[in-house]
């Protein structure tokens, strides 16, 4: 994929405008992949509700965004809350 920067405001540039060569932006291709590796459980909360915790751990395999630095390796807890119709 390449990339543009396009360019608009409401003064006196109505329509998008390319901007790419005045800000120097690159059209590398921006591809990112991650590994996502979680294992959770269900609390039932009442008859049609339940919540779920899902700790979880992420490895960047591919990271390209926009030139920022990152950690390749993170973990959290993700939370659902569910109802059932």
Do not use: C
């Not at 049609?48 to 993170?74: A, Q």
């Amino acid at each position: 994929m390449k990339g543009k920067e396009l360019y608009m405001n409401n003064i006196d540039i109505r329509y998008w405008k390319d901007n790419t060569e005045n800000t120097n932006y690159s059209s590398s291709p921006k591809f990112s992949a991650d590994l996502y590796f979680g294992a959770g459980f269900n609390q039932a909360i009442k008859e049609n509700r339940t919540i779920r915790f899902i700790p979880f751990v992420k490895y960047k395999l591919k990271d390209n965004w926009m030139g920022e630095v990152r950690e390749r390796i993170s973990a959290g807890v993700k939370i659902n809350f569910v109802f059932d119709l």
